[in-house]
């Protein structure tokens, strides 16, 4: 069933050339484009939320175009690289180029390193990031891929782009924020540890002290900002107070590769399992429902799915049950998210289900995680 949901899935992509939309894109709209309100702040982030949370998608109606994105392109490149080391085929490895060939030609231009950006005007409640603005988010997708890939000269560059174009909120002797995008100032623990993640992995590679140190102040960052409970908070501002699934598995994740490359593994392993045991026990049922915030059921999200089923492979060596998890997830994802013509939903609400495919939240993220599974079980 994984095998077919996946080979299903990347025809699916394939077909549409890995080009959608997104959850976040609205404001690619050019019938909104034309209007005075494109220039208010309050305007585009509540034209944005209606967009995203409308139980009917009507994108095709305010005219916003279906295009690729950066961070879905890095996704599919990874899934392709995980297809790849486990089927090592001509064919799968010619994917594998092709893709990375797709990320290259997205870089932004105008910056100290490599790193992308999103292909929509995104307004946020903290932040405006312009069309093509590099943010760490996709950049350090993008440098994971090149990481795995082996092409250590580009994810070094990114490491240039950490350093000298993220602002750092908190720099001290001890510990390190890197901001989200090169025009703010916000605290975002997964974005900041995606950074970490780049820069110490990097450093596995070159050896270079600077990168190690950068790497484990931005962790000790995060690790003291965790919860007594074992949680993270989204971001430090208050109205960043929240709680998910897939925030959350992007600390574990990163911070496992962290200490995996045997970064301050004895001061960041405890953060490490608190958060995962607490992660694991509040945010899944136990038929594999992935649940979206810890205190509730809803909505179940294909793309909090599988994240969380590429953290538990992850970090499988925490846990025994990981393995066997992670296919939970998947299959009660391809049981109650998959359309018969191959692709996943956006997500199942309490009282209807959103069917709308959008490419880089919910297709990339899903082969990304099929392709790990398959090679994980394999």
């Known amino acids: 069933m994984i095998q077919a949901s996946f080979d299903q899935l990347f025809a699916w992509c394939q077909e549409h050339d890995f080009a959608g939309h997104d959850p976040f894109d609205a404001l690619n709209s050019r019938l909104f484009q034309s209007t005075p309100l494109a220039q208010s702040r309050n305007a585009r982030f509540i034209w944005t939320q209606l967009v995203k949370r409308s139980p009917a998608d009507f994108r095709t109606v305010i005219r916003v175009p279906a295009e690729r994105n950066a961070k879905g392109i890095a996704l599919f490149t990874l899934a392709q690289i995980a297809n790849h080391r486990r089927v090592n085929t001509a064919e799968s490895k010619a994917a594998v180029s092709e893709f990375f060939s797709a990320l290259l030609a997205m870089k932004a231009d105008g910056y100290s390193g490599a790193c992308w950006g999103y292909n929509f005007d995104w307004q946020s409640r903290n932040f405006f990031a312009p069309r093509?603005?590099?943010?760490?988010?996709?950049?350090?997708?993008?440098?994971?891929?090149?990481?795995?890939?082996?092409?250590?000269?580009?994810?070094?560059?990114?490491?240039d782009f950490i350093i000298?174009?993220?602002?750092?909120?908190?720099?001290?002797?001890?510990?390190?924020?890197?901001?989200?995008?090169?025009?703010?100032?916000t605290r975002i623990f997964n974005a900041s540890l995606l950074a970490a993640e780049v820069l110490a992995s990097v450093a596995k590679v070159t050896g270079e002290n600077e990168l190690i140190n950068l790497a484990e102040r931005a962790t000790r960052y995060v690790v003291t900002n965790q919860q007594p409970d074992g949680s993270w908070l989204y971001g430090a501002e208050p109205k960043q107070a929240w709680v998910d699934n897939f925030?959350?598995?992007?600390?574990?994740?990163?911070?496992?590769?962290?200490?995996?490359?045997?970064?301050?593994?004895?001061?960041?392993q405890p953060a490490l399992e608190r958060g995962y045991q607490y992660w694991k026990n509040n945010f899944f049922l136990a038929d594999g429902w992935p649940k979206y915030y810890d205190h509730d059921l809803y909505p179940a999200d294909a793309h909090a799915a599988a994240s969380a089923i590429v953290t538990f492979l992850e970090c499988r060596e925490l846990d025994n049950e990981a393995l066997t998890l992670a296919r939970k997830v998947a299959n009660w994802t391809i049981q109650n998210l998959r359309d018969s013509r191959g692709f996943f939903y956006y997500q199942r609400r309490r009282f209807y289900t959103v069917r709308k495919p959008y490419m880089r939240w919910t297709q990339a993220w899903m082969l990304y995680a099929l392709s790990r599974l398959l090679e994980e079980s394999n």
Not at 143 to 159: K, Q
Not at 166 to 183: G, H, I, M, Q, W
Not at 247 to 268: G, P, W
């Open 132 to 159: 093509g603005t590099p943010t760490i988010v996709p950049t350090a997708f993008a440098a994971r891929a090149f990481i795995e890939g082996g092409h250590e000269d580009e994810a070094r560059s990114v490491c």
């Open 164 to 185: 000298n174009d993220l602002p750092r909120t908190v720099d001290t002797e001890t510990e390190v924020c890197f901001s989200y995008a090169p025009n703010t100032n």
């Open 247 to 268: 925030h959350t598995a992007y600390v574990l994740f990163s911070l496992k590769r962290i200490i995996d490359i045997s970064i301050r593994k004895n001061e960041f």
